[in-house]
């Protein structure tokens, strides 16, 4: 095997793992990074997207996923306003003092204690230290485990997954071609160029067999 041989088993080989690669890539790596933010207000209120969060809000991370499987990497913000309920619930969750619930807070004072987010507690009991950041920290929990896209953004995203995949495998197919035309291209350049050289015929590897058929004619 000559250098003109080696050089184009070469070029195959390469050709053949850059398909490869692409087809992989086309299958399993050209999904999209999609991302989003929602301001949570309150437990058991929906959710409202937003480009970044308030100054003044908590943030979380979490990742969802559509009914169609598309992956969504959320940032969840905690609203003040939201801190403020669960303080103001859990500091008035002791038992015998339940009357100094507003009437409109009732049943958010129910929803609290039933989700396990506020507890009642005693004057004397010995964990209240730290007591409304446990209330907090058990609000952010459950929304993270029961957090999901409303329906309406859930079409949105699976749309966009669709687009922007299409497009990475187009791009990376214009890649591939582009890629293997120079490759091919500066390979035949290159050879003619040696073979012009060396005084071997284009369509032969060897100057020496060339000759040698001659003679033998």
Known sequence: MNIFEGTRRVVKLITVLSVLGFLAYAVWGSDPYLTATYTIAGIGETPTQHSICEPNAVQDWITVKTKKGADVHVTLCFMAKMNAKIIAAQEIAKRGIQSKIPPDGQAYFDKLLKL??????????????????????????????????????????????????????????????????????????????????????????????????????
């Open 116 to 217: 396990g987010i506020i507890r009642l507690y005693d004057e004397t009991d010995s964990l209240q230290q730290g007591y409304l950041d446990q209330a907090k920290a058990r609000a952010r929990i459950h929304v993270k485990e029961t957090f999901e896209l409303p329906q309406s953004d859930q079409i949105w995203f699976d749309k966009q997954k669709q687009t922007i995949r299409r497009e990475n495998i187009q791009e990376g197919a214009l890649v591939l071609v582009g890629g293997l035309t120079f490759l091919w291209v500066f390979t035949w350049t290159t050879g003619w160029i040696v073979r012009g050289y060396l005084g071997i015929p284009m369509g032969k590897d060897s100057k020496f067999n060339n000759e040698l058929c001659t003679k033998h004619k």
